[in-house]
């Protein structure tokens, strides 16, 4: 077996293994598995230098097969970090490339401008500001055995001035580029004799309305996104509320909305839709369209209870676990029990919420039976629908999913409440999709102002714990306080039992002692009222086994900043 070897060049140090007998550790071989899967080789560095995120913080280099790897590795890099690239100078020799710079795209200097008043001339300010930022690649022999390869021979990391966030980055020249289906629209647009304004603004309306017609050329059904919406879906689209009751339209069409909440637990809208009907079919599209426009599915989403709804769901979006709004049940009890119950109905009320806050489906199947046999209700058609449908209402089944603490469609009721203040019965069709947006800008605007208010007025500590000045630094404000009352109230869980990685907490509930098992091995950790992965904030009972086991540093896996 041929051994790595080890090349120093100017404060570099990184490792390769000759080709022929190693493929899998030159980058010709991952070119078709993209940039993530690229094997990198250690190196230690007083630049600290790199091409991804993750390789800055472990001093990692990639060993290019040729030049045009290197320039689309450091092109990859400056992408992540808010900077475009250019090829600069090069040494030749026999006409033959021996060594060329890679450099930011604000490398050299500005030149002075000659201006001829009587001319037209564009006044535009360059954008070089003498950045040092650079890879140099050189093709040389590195030991008189092996033949010449290319090197990466200098690194220089530092730039001279700010770097572009990821939404600046997209309005650089290089990166604004037109794909061949759009081109050809935009030809077939020019031909039709549209001007620029119109082609573009036909192009927006293409990308954020989808609709289909029926067989008379009437409109049929409606979906529709606003812009803003695509970037909220991409940070909080693994939990949606769907909801169809709102109907105050003049065409008394439902109207579907798509909604979820942001890491500052406020409601954002998704997606709208104005539908014909409610019947399978009709939903069957709208949920293919909405896949579709946003590129993915959710890992969970919230509806009412409908038949149609749920068989649409399951056929377009398999993937997705599917539950019922807690609310829209509850709803229906006074209708179900009011008059069977009379006086136990409040009652009976308590104990159905008692069923629902429990986390451990063995206490929920235990008490279950023994709530419905105090009230005589073991033949009731409706609580035996309750129980059948058990899996996709009661939390203690749905731990195991993400929610957000979301249970109910209350998030769409409140932008419904929103969508009055500016919508009629009276509204046109066309107006109406107008102010929906207005909804949408709305919240982007109170999202700003909540941005605004966090960096102005930063949640303040309540304790010494180190835990708890991780979590301020990272989290927003509504999630920072969640994790705030978890771990002030882990002081009042006792620690049962451990052993070794494993923990019983012990705490008291409405007079009884109550148990959870905790695992904690110093990196992962797991509790059985599955909080964490219900909510997105560690629960109390960690925070205890974390205490008594003196932690003071969180993984960042168990602070999300969704």
């Given at each position: 077996?041929?051994?790595?070897?080890?090349?120093?060049?100017q404060?570099?140090?990184?490792?390769?293994s000759?080709?022929?007998?190693?493929?899998?550790?030159?980058?010709?071989?991952?070119?078709?598995?993209?940039?993530?899967?690229y094997?990198?080789?250690?190196?230690?560095?007083?630049?600290?230098?790199?091409?991804?995120?993750?390789?800055?913080?472990?001093?990692?280099?990639?060993?290019?097969?040729?030049?045009?790897?290197?320039?689309?590795f450091?092109e990859?890099?400056a992408?992540?970090?808010?900077f475009?690239?250019?090829?600069?100078?090069s040494?030749?020799?026999?006409?033959?490339?021996?060594?060329?710079?890679?450099?930011?795209?604000?490398?050299?200097?500005?030149?002075?401008?000659?201006?001829n008043?009587?001319?037209?001339?564009?006044?535009?300010?360059?954008?070089?500001?003498?950045?040092?930022?650079?890879?140099?690649?050189?093709f040389?022999?590195?030991?008189?055995?092996?033949?010449?390869?290319?090197?990466?021979?200098k690194?220089?990391?530092?730039?001279n001035h700010?770097?572009?966030?990821?939404?600046?980055?997209?309005?650089?020249?290089?990166?604004r580029?037109?794909?061949?289906?759009?081109?050809?629209?935009?030809?077939?647009?020019?031909?039709?004799?549209?001007n620029?304004?119109?082609?573009?603004?036909?192009?927006?309306?293409?990308?954020?309305?989808?609709?289909?017609?029926?067989?008379?050329?009437?409109?049929?059904?409606?979906?529709?996104?606003?812009?803003?919406?695509?970037?909220?879906?991409?940070?909080y689209?693994?939990v949606?509320?769907?909801?169809?009751?709102?109907?105050?339209n003049?065409?008394?069409?439902?109207c579907?909305?798509?909604v979820?909440?942001?890491n500052?637990?406020?409601?954002?809208?998704?997606?709208?839709?104005?539908?014909?009907?409610?019947?399978?079919?009709?939903f069957r599209?709208?949920?293919?369209?909405?896949?579709?426009?946003?590129?993915?599915?959710?890992?969970?989403?919230?509806?009412?209870?409908?038949?149609?709804?749920?068989?649409?769901?399951?056929?377009?979006?398999?993937?997705?676990?599917?539950?019922?709004?807690?609310?829209?049940?509850?709803s229906?009890f006074?209708?179900w029990?009011?008059?069977?119950?009379?006086?136990?109905y409040?009652?009976?009320?308590?104990?159905?919420?008692k069923?629902?806050?429990?986390t451990?489906?063995?206490?929920?199947?235990?008490?279950?039976?023994?709530?419905?046999?105090k009230y005589?209700?073991?033949?009731n058609k409706?609580?035996?629908g309750?129980?059948?449908?058990?899996?996709?209402?009661a939390p203690?089944?749905?731990?195991?999913?993400f929610?957000?603490?979301?249970?109910?469609?209350?998030?769409?009721?409140?932008?419904?409440?929103?969508?009055?203040?500016?919508?009629?019965?009276?509204?046109?069709?066309?107006?109406?999709?107008?102010q929906?947006?207005?909804?949408?800008?709305?919240?982007?605007?109170?999202?700003?102002?909540?941005?605004?208010?966090?960096?102005?007025?930063p949640?303040?500590?309540?304790?010494?714990?180190?835990?708890?000045?991780?979590?301020?630094?990272?989290?927003?404000?509504?999630?920072f306080?969640?994790?705030?009352e978890?771990?002030?109230?882990?002081?009042?869980?006792?620690?049962?039992?451990?052993?070794?990685n494993?923990?019983?907490?012990?705490?008291?509930?409405?007079?009884?002692?109550?148990?959870?098992?905790?695992?904690?091995?110093?990196?992962?950790?797991?509790?059985?009222?599955?909080?964490?992965?219900?909510?997105?904030?560690?629960?109390?009972h960690?925070?205890?086994?974390?205490?008594?086991?003196?932690?003071?540093?969180?993984?960042?896996?168990?602070?999300?900043?969704?």
């Amino acid at each position: 077996m041929c051994c790595p070897y080890q090349i120093t060049a100017q404060n570099l140090t990184f490792q390769f293994s000759p080709q022929s007998q190693y493929p899998f550790l030159f980058p010709s071989f991952y070119m078709n598995y993209g940039v993530n899967n690229y094997p990198l080789s250690p190196i230690n560095s007083t630049t600290n230098s790199s091409f991804s995120q993750q390789s800055i913080r472990h001093n990692i280099l990639p060993v290019p097969s040729n030049f045009q790897e290197a320039f689309v590795f450091y092109e990859s890099y400056a992408k992540q970090n808010g900077f475009v690239v250019r090829k600069d100078r090069s040494e030749k020799k026999n006409d033959r490339i021996l060594r060329r710079d890679i450099n930011c795209h604000r490398a050299g200097k500005k030149r002075s401008k000659s201006f001829n008043v009587s001319k037209h001339q564009r006044t535009r300010e360059s954008i070089k500001c003498g950045c040092k930022a650079h890879i140099r690649i050189t093709f040389k022999r590195s030991f008189d055995i092996f033949p010449e390869e290319w090197h990466i021979t200098k690194f220089v990391k530092e730039h001279n001035h700010e770097l572009l966030s990821p939404e600046a980055m997209r309005f650089l020249p290089v990166n604004r580029t037109i794909t061949l289906e759009d081109e050809k629209q935009i030809l077939l647009f020019k031909d039709a004799g549209l001007n620029v304004r119109q082609i573009i603004r036909v192009m927006e309306l293409q990308k954020q309305y989808v609709y289909t017609l029926d067989e008379k050329g009437r409109l049929e059904n409606l979906f529709w996104c606003h812009p803003q919406s695509y970037e909220w879906y991409g940070k909080y689209g693994d939990v949606v509320v769907f909801d169809t009751t709102y109907k105050v339209n003049a065409y008394d069409m439902p109207c579907a909305l798509f909604v979820g909440i942001n890491n500052y637990g406020k409601t954002v809208l998704f997606g709208s839709a104005l539908l014909r009907n409610e019947t399978t079919d009709t939903f069957r599209w709208l949920m293919k369209t909405f896949v579709t426009t946003m590129k993915k599915s959710s890992k969970t989403i919230i509806t009412d209870q409908d038949k149609c709804m749920s068989e649409a769901i399951a056929i377009e979006m398999p993937t997705t676990k599917h539950s019922y709004c807690i609310w829209h049940i509850t709803s229906k009890f006074s209708c179900w029990f009011t008059a069977l119950l009379r006086t136990e109905y409040q009652n009976w009320c308590s104990d159905f919420y008692k069923l629902y806050r429990m986390t451990s489906i063995e206490e929920f199947e235990d008490n279950w039976f023994l709530t419905v046999d105090k009230y005589n209700l073991q033949k009731n058609k409706h609580v035996q629908g309750l129980y059948e449908l058990r899996k996709s209402w009661a939390p203690a089944y749905l731990r195991n999913y993400f929610f957000g603490g979301m249970t109910s469609t209350q998030r769409s009721e409140s932008i419904n409440g929103v969508i009055k203040r500016f919508v009629s019965s009276h509204t046109s069709l066309r107006d109406f999709v107008k102010q929906v947006d207005l909804v949408v800008e709305e919240m982007r605007s109170r999202q700003v102002h909540d941005n605004m208010l966090a960096t102005l007025r930063p949640t303040s500590l309540k304790t010494k714990s180190p835990l708890e000045k991780q979590a301020h630094d990272v989290l927003t404000p509504f999630a920072f306080k969640k994790f705030q009352e978890e771990l002030e109230r882990a002081s009042q869980y006792l620690i049962e039992h451990s052993d070794g990685n494993q923990f019983i907490i012990r705490y008291f509930e409405q007079g009884n002692h109550k148990f959870h098992s905790v695992f904690w091995d110093g990196d992962t950790a797991l509790c059985s009222c599955k909080t964490f992965e219900f909510w997105g904030i560690l629960c109390r009972h960690i925070f205890r086994a974390l205490i008594h086991k003196d932690c003071f540093m969180l993984s960042h896996v168990y602070l999300p900043r969704r």
